[in-house]
Structures are given as C-alpha cells and as structure tokens.
C-alpha cells in the first residue's frame, strides 16, 4: 500500500506561482518504478489529469499546461512536484496526486487527499 500526501496549495494571484509536493511512503524502495502523475478537479468538473511522468523520466502534459507547469520527481526523496507558473483563474481547483505501477495481474493505482488551488485576485 502507497500513501501519497500532497502539499504546497494555496491561494494565489493571477500570473503568480505555486509549488505542489507529493510524498510517498509505503512504497519500499520501489518508488522509482511508479508513473506519477497530477490530476486537477475544477468544481462541477471531471477530475483531469494535469502532467504525469514515468519512471523514465518522460513527461506528459495537459495542453493548457504546456510551457507553464513543470512536473519533476526525486526518486532519493519519494517526491514528485508541480512547479506551476503563470496560474490563471482556470487552473483553479483541487490537485491530486497519482501513483500507478502496471503489474502482470493488475494496474495498482494510489490517490492522495488533494490540495486546493485557488488562482483569485
């Protein structure tokens, strides 16, 4: 089992920037393995995801975040982050963060709680 705790929400003014954080515990020595991802809920919407990256490094992003968001992980740390810049009002919402691992048998998929970001002025 894979505990995930985000952190680094917050209220934030158009144009500014915030730095998400996802700590995992319960993965062992494993963590490396895992596709890590965050996903956004804007109130009344689907949950979406926002960028991801796998245990290769390779990046994934939504296009409304491309060339503002920066998702990155430290392996040593069990951490992944969202460095978000340029936020818009429409990036509002609350984040979640994902781990996944695709085994023989299934596809183990961990939530975290969430952080709300507001983007307001």
């Known amino acids: 089992q894979v505990q995930l705790v985000e952190s680094g929400g917050g209220l934030v003014q158009p144009g500014g920037s915030l730095r998400l954080s996802c700590e995992a515990s319960?993965?062992?020595?494993?963590?490396?393995?895992?596709?890590m991802g965050w996903y956004r809920q804007a109130p009344g919407k689907q949950r979406e995801l926002v960028a991801d990256i796998t245990s290769g490094d390779s990046t994934n992003y939504v296009d409304s975040a491309k060339g503002r968001f920066i998702i990155s992980r430290d392996n040593a740390k069990n951490t992944v982050y969202l460095q978000m810049d340029s936020l818009k009002p429409e990036d509002t919402g609350v984040y979640y963060c994902?781990?996944?691992?695709?085994?023989?048998?299934?596809?183990?998929?961990?939530w975290g709680q969430g952080t709300q970001v507001t983007v307001s002025s």
């Open positions: 994902n781990a996944k691992r695709i085994t023989s048998i299934a596809t183990l998929r961990y």
């Open positions: 319960g993965s062992g020595n494993i963590f490396s393995i895992y596709t």
